[in-house]
């Protein structure tokens, strides 16, 4: 009994996700991030500037495309717009009262986490794709006479597109949890923004030294990330993203219950 209960939440919550325009919304944001945000391909999407094909350009401007500071900026509010509000808005449109009868709280707030960092994770793998498909098609390569497999594009590609995975999962996630602790829903939003920019003034004015806790170096790749010398950098947004759901989860548990 408690195992359907949980598929029919679950199938809900993905259903609600699936049918709203916000998904698309965030996606479209999250690839216009991508292409603004890389100088060299606006210009050539526009028909101003032509470019020659060349050994891996494909793969050097998609990098330059997924790693820009435009999207990583944005990706904190875009990755939230899905669904990081859903919990919020079900408490304060009384949705609530309804819900619970049919299911228990411990199988909606799970339902809830696991759509919203879903969701997070999703605009940010459909930007990924749809930006290296876009680029790909504008910047075509030139067959390298000798390929290094360790900077093959799918190996690189994969590596960008995981993490930029997980951070929108954790910022859905964060967004979704301090709306429901500051009581606002522009917390969704405005939450996440503000985590990621303190973390950056943080680390660039007064801890230098605490490199890893900057956002922007999170997304860095290259061969040196593939060899596992960078695995470092995967530690604190996985950490963080770990603490953001126990937050949430405790967060929806607490509204609830007070329903």
Not at 109 to 133: D, N
Not at 238 to 250: D, I, K, R, S
């Amino acid at each position: 009994m408690r195992r359907t209960q949980r598929s029919r939440s679950g199938a809900a919550d993905f259903q609600r996700l699936f049918g709203s325009m916000e998904l698309l919304y965030a996606v479209a944001g999250a690839m216009l991030c991508a292409t603004l945000g890389t100088p060299i391909v606006w210009p050539v999407l526009t028909g101003a500037e032509q470019v020659t094909p060349e050994p891996d350009l494909t793969l050097f401007v998609c990098q330059d495309a997924l790693t820009n500071s435009v999207l990583m900026a944005a990706l904190p509010v875009l990755a939230a717009l899905p669904f990081g509000a859903a919990a919020f808005d079900d408490l304060h449109s009384r949705y609530i009262r309804s819900a619970l009868p049919r299911t228990d709280r411990q199988t909606y707030t799970a339902s809830k986490l696991l759509v919203t960092a879903v969701s997070g994770a999703l605009v940010a793998a459909l930007g990924a794709v749809g930006t290296i498909v876009i680029i790909a098609l504008a910047f075509p390569s030139a067959e390298s006479p000798e390929p290094d497999p360790a900077q093959m594009p799918s190996a690189v590609l994969t590596s960008e597109v995981l993490m930029l995975c997980l951070l929108g999962a954790m910022w859905a996630v964060l967004g979704g949890a301090l709306a429901l602790l500051m009581d606002s829903r522009v917390m969704t939003f405005a939450g996440p923004f503000l985590v990621y920019y303190l973390l950056v003034i943080l680390v660039s004015r007064y801890l230098p030294q605490l490199t890893l806790l900057d956002p922007d170096t999170w997304i860095s790749t290259g061969q040196s990330d593939l060899a596992g010398q960078a695995a470092g950098r995967w530690w604190v947004p996985a950490e963080l993203f770990a603490v953001f759901c126990g937050t949430y989860y405790l967060a929806v548990e607490s509204r609830t219950e007070r329903a």
